[in-house]
Every structure is written in C-alpha cells, then in structure tokens.
C-alpha cells in the first residue's frame, strides 16, 4: 500500500494528557500540529463522581503562552462533563492556525469534587509530508 494510502502513516496522536484520575486543575501538554491539514482534540472521559470541569481548548505559537481557541475555529464543542458524559470519547476538531494545541482542566472551587478519569490526545492528520 502506498504512504498516501496508508492511515497509519498519515495520522500521528499525540497524548496531551494522560489518563488519570483529575480533582484539580490540570494543563495538558502542548502538542506540535504545524504541517498537517487536520487536527482533532479527543477527549476519552471514564468514571465521573461529582463536579462541574471546565474543559477549554487552547492555542500557543510558542508552546508557552496559552490562549483559549475561538469558537469559530472549533468544529463541535468541547464537553460538559456530568454523569450522561461519562464512558464516553468526545471530538473536537481545531481549524486555527497556531503552532501548538492542548487541553485544560479546570476544578471548580466549591463544591471539591472527588473527580472525573480523563484522558486526552491531539490526533494530527493528513501531514504535509508524508509517511509520519
């Protein structure tokens, strides 16, 4: 099968966060998107107890300054996490231009929640040179 072909060789996760058990802020790692035409946020939410997370997508030229992705360049959106949400895997697609994405967590304050399992990866897709 040629590399053009190939969906292996034309499609590089990357993990922003690893599966865990979250009850507090957590920001995910950046991942490198530059140089492929598509880009998917999945989002794999396990077990949830109690809480209201706020989950944002964010964007950064630089892999240091952070900042919360417009809607517009957002295809779906991000999840409310709550009991009907749960053993569930959320997409999100990203048509923004910045070098780098990630996810971020957010706990609320009050009530402390005991938490929600959560995990996330960037799936980065059609590369402009390919096999990746």
């Known amino acids: 099968m040629s590399a053009k072909r190939d969906a292996l060789a034309n499609v590089s996760p990357g993990f922003c966060i690893l599966p865990q058990a979250i009850a507090a802020d957590v920001d995910g790692t950046g991942v490198e998107v530059r140089g492929f ?3 998917e946020v999945q989002i794999a939410v396990g077990l949830y107890t109690d809480g209201t997370f ?4 964010e964007e950064s030229a630089d892999d240091v300054t952070y900042t919360t992705v417009a809607a517009g360049d957002l295809d779906g959106s991000v999840p409310v ?7 569930q895997i959320h997409r999100v697609g990203y048509m923004g231009s910045s070098r780098y994405v990630r996810l971020t967590v957010a706990e609320p304050t009050s ?14 897709r059609r590369p402009h040179n390919a096999p990746v």
């Open 81 to 87: 996490l709550s009991a009907s949400t749960d053993n």
């Open 37 to 39: 035409e598509e880009v």
């Open 54 to 57: 706020t989950l944002l997508v």
């Open 111 to 124: 009530p402390n929640p005991t938490g929600v399992v959560l995990a996330c990866t960037i799936e980065r």
